[in-house]
């Protein structure tokens, strides 16, 4: 069997990390790299990551002396893993015993390049989970890079969120040739996960969520404001790219605009004047010429 390198970025992770680990070692596919960065922790991450190698000759540790933030661990795990295909999985959330396989199944099936799950939220606070795929639900589907940049809006259960985030994916690690990720700030995944894809010739999806995604209230995307994660730097940046190489930008152009109007309103709040001109200089624009 071939191998697979799963990747665990942690920051201050004592909480969750065991469990999240322990859901990997416990995969019906059991050839797997573990790979687990920790980022300058200041708490027992690191004395859980010494354990856990003990514990299974698969892990692999890398400790970092500082923090330097997820982008950058990822980046850190890309020039350690040495299976033939990457799954990212982060520290706080778990997944079940058969995602590896069956990504690694409809890759294969599906003579794919990109293999992609869908997930099911756990909400900390409550102990509540967010289930809103059934078994009746399942389908597959092969994509080409094209097609996928428009799946991925107007559709429900996550399908948008499925696109951005890195995780919930299988990966052929060649894909990575000529991409890191984003290391300066908020956005890692937004600034990088559609760069792969266009990388990529078939991206398969399955509507099954195999991945436990983690919600509490000290999650990044829960105490970040609106504007930062709905930055519209990574979508500008996605329309020049996808504008030379020819690509429908009806829906990328969209979602310009509904970035644009957050970002937009929220530097007027801020007293940033000239931001708010660009943008709105950009909004009149769009609308001008009727895009």
């Given at each position: ?26 995969q ?16 027992s ?16 540790v890398?400790?970092?002396p ?20 990457l ?21 294969k ?28 639900d399942?389908?597959e ?16 259960n ?40 266009l ?6 999806y ?7 995604y ?28 996808l ?5 429908d ?9 509904w970035?644009?109007?957050?970002n ?28």
């Open positions: 069997m071939e191998k697979i390198s799963v990747v665990i970025p942690v920051y201050n992770g004592e909480a969750y990390l065991r469990q999240c680990v322990e859901s990997v070692l416990n019906t596919y059991q050839n797997l790299e573990v790979i687990i960065i920790n980022d300058g922790s200041k708490d991450t690191a004395l859980i990551c010494e354990q856990l190698r003990q514990e299974d000759s698969r892990i692999r890398l400790h970092k500082v923090n330097q933030g997820i982008g950058a661990g990822r980046n850190s795990s890309l020039e350690l893993a040495t299976g033939d295909y799954v990212f999985v982060d520290s706080d959330d778990w997944i079940d015993p058969n995602h590896v396989m069956d990504l690694y199944d409809l890759m099936r599906m003579d794919s390049d990109v293999a992609i799950a869908n997930f099911t939220q756990y909400f900390e606070d409550t102990g509540k989970y967010n289930i809103h795929i059934t078994a009746d399942y389908y589907e092969v994509y080409t890079p094209q097609e996928w940049f428009k799946f991925q809006y107007g559709h429900g996550n399908l948008s969120l499925c696109f951005t985030v890195p995780w919930g994916k299988m990966y052929k690690r060649s894909l990575f040739e000529t991409i890191l990720y984003y290391t300066d700030g908020f956005g890692e995944d937004d600034r990088t996960t559609w760069k792969i894809y990388m990529a010739d078939k991206i398969a399955m509507h099954r969520s195999s991945y436990l983690r919600v509490n209230s000290e999650s990044m995307t829960q105490t970040t404001k609106v504007s930062t994660v709905f930055h519209v730097g990574p979508i500008a940046e996605r329309l020049e790219v504008s030379l190489l020819g690509f930008l009806t829906e990328e152009i969209k979602a310009y605009k970035r644009a109007q957050i937009r309103d929220d530097k007027l709040r801020n007293g940033d004047v000239k931001a708010y001109k660009d943008l709105e200089f950009r909004m009149k624009l769009l609308e001008k010429y009727k895009r």
